[in-house]
């Protein structure tokens, strides 16, 4: 992925930076470790799941990906801490595959490295599936909740999250660049009672992947979804190859949209655990972080030419 700093990457530098990780394996293992997601049956909720092998596998193929389909870039990587906890708060977009997260968890592990662990909020519903939730538990991936989120600030790690969950993910393609997290004020809460700083980013194409006409939230009601899968609402997309479908759940081909993230200076909240259970104060750290975000989008959006080229 391409950064708008004076040093971008070059095409060299996944292979130099992922040889560099201490832990890798080379590609020999690669089939015993896709044996290995068939073996085991990981408890999601384990932070000793992440393996650094498979994280380095993972990154060097959705780089490459990344780079060369969707020509990703990154503004703003000077913003992001060199040390310390943190946590770094996203809009997302295109459910089931999220290529706009998968490339994201990319770059990260290139640009932050492996040796300071982080891990990812994910929605719940893809740690049913046996072999898909080992695999996500390799990469850091954990069962997006209170607990988990904790349990990961207790042990040191940093946060990656996605407050808007699936009502973010499965918006109408007339909202794409509009930041809503829905109110989850969440990530406020776990930052004044941990007082580790908020890291807004925000990234736009991943919505143009493909079209989303409708998102009906009464349709996830109706069909039972919202019990079955816990998804709160039911997109109408347009896409490639099916054409015209119904739900998030259907694998897609994504169109090549350019996607550029950009990151936000840390936002510092005090280090003040009875802020979390002030509503007003929690109020007015979310519409901060939130503002901040906006008017990032806002920014990337006026940039933006056409959907999808970029």
Partial sequence: MRSTSPLPYSAERPREVLRAIP?????????????????????????RNRDVAYIKVVSRLLYAVGV?????????????????????????????????????????ALEMGLDHPSYLMVHDFPFRIPVLRNFLSKIGAMPASRENAERVLRSGARLLCFPG??????????????????????FVKLAYKYGVPIVPFVNIGGHEVYCTLFSSQRLARWTGLARFARVKTVPVNLGLPWGLWVT????????????VYKVGEPIELEHAPELADDPDAVQRAYDRVTGVMQDMMDDLAGRRRFPVIG
């Fill in 23 to 47: 832990g890798g394996k080379t590609g020999d293992d690669a089939l015993g470790m896709l044996l290995d997601l068939f073996r085991r049956d990981l408890d999601p909720c384990d932070l």
């Fill in 68 to 108: 060369r389909y969707f020509r990703a870039e990154c503004e703003g990587v000077e913003n992001l801490p060199t040390s310390g906890q943190f946590i770094a708060v996203g809009n997302h977009s295109g459910a089931p595959l999220l290529p706009d997260v998968a490339i994201l968890g990319a770059w990260w």
């Fill in 165 to 186: 969950g699936e009502l973010d993910c499965l918006r109408s393609f007339r909202d794409r660049n509009r930041v809503h997290l829905y109110g989850r004020t969440g």
């Fill in 248 to 259: 998030g759940f259907i694998p897609y081909l994504p169109l090549p949209s350019k996607l």
